[in-house]
């Protein structure tokens, strides 16, 4: 196991791409061994011990104006305890806050094409991800899935080039689960081992982003029908199989059937009525009457 101040240098190190890219600088002068500061000039990033966890926090302003440290918020928080951490576990929480940085200070505007003569991302490696140097985040995923459906790349690059980047909850929602829900109710032995192959590893070896696609986005979809979570249980890995049963199960609940109805119909904001004094208070700043009666 590592110590938790080297644990701490190697998620720094992983991190400092995305937290370039994002504009960032180190703020050494307000950093401290459990505490590190970035910024820049308008957002302070902090990468912190909280209860021997990591945690990746952010405030509006300069380390100066954010050094009593009640506006921080929390990006995310890593679940591993830092003293159990190996070497793989620290670049797993670092590619997970760098997804989130990303997402946070990078994301382009809705709509905005990519720059001319950008391409799509190389897929990542098999052999990177196996030794730990890699992680799958959504985009990881796409490229690798559409391996598997060669049919669907069409799509997939249309919904990066139109949004300058991936939106894969509207690519699996479109297209995606179409081809999945297939493959599961055709029950092609070579298909369905191709596909939980990728899934599982997906849910092993990728970032939260990912995970919630495989669990809740694509396998969420099999609306708690009996004979198809057990026709998927049989290429499911151990780890993933209790878990889509139990999201299922809650997806079509009754009260999860009504999370999902907020979810896709929010309801209109009403701004707060304004509450009428009542007589005791009427009484005490002398509406009504001038003030207490005497006594």
Do not use: W
Not at 80 to 86: D, V
Not at 117 to 129: H, L, N
Not at 160 to 169: I, Q, T, V, W
Not at 192 to 204: G, I, T, W
């Amino acid at each position: 196991m590592l110590t938790q101040t080297t644990a701490m240098q190697l998620i720094l190190k992983e991190l400092l791409p995305s937290l370039t890219k994002a504009g960032f600088q180190a703020a050494k002068q307000h950093s401290t061994p459990d505490v590190a500061l970035f910024d820049n000039s308008e957002t302070t990033l902090r990468i912190a011990l909280v209860d021997d966890r990591v945690a990746l926090e952010f405030a509006q302003g300069t380390p100066e104006e954010t050094q009593d440290g009640d506006e921080f918020a929390r990006l995310s928080l890593a679940l591993l305890e830092l003293n159990q951490a190996t070497e793989r576990d620290c670049k797993y929480i670092a590619a997970d806050f760098a997804e989130e940085i990303t997402k946070k200070f990078c994301k382009r505007q809705k709509g905005q094409p990519l720059a001319p003569g950008k391409k799509m991302p190389k897929s990542i490696s098999k052999t990177a991800i196996k030794n730990g140097d890699a992680y799958y985040d959504a985009l990881a995923f796409a490229n690798s899935f559409t391996g598997i459906y060669p049919e669907l790349r069409a799509d997939f690059k249309a919904n990066y080039e139109k949004y300058g980047g991936f939106l894969a909850e509207e690519f699996f929602q479109s297209v995606g689960n179409q081809a999945i829900m297939e493959t599961i109710r055709s029950n092609d032995k070579t298909q369905m081992k191709r596909l939980f192959n990728l899934l599982n590893d997906v849910y092993e070896n990728g970032v939260n982003e990912a995970q919630s696609l495989v669990v809740v986005t694509i396998l969420g979809s099999l609306e708690n029908n009996t004979e198809l979570l057990l026709r998927c249980t049989d290429y499911m890995s151990a780890d993933l199989a209790p878990v889509v049963i139990r999201v299922n199960q809650y997806l079509y609940s009754n009260a999860g059937k009504r999370a999902q109805k907020r979810l896709a119909n929010p309801p209109a904001y009403r701004p707060k009525k304004e509450k009428k004094p009542g007589i005791f208070q009427q009484l005490m700043s002398g509406g009504g009457g001038g003030g207490l009666p005497g006594m």
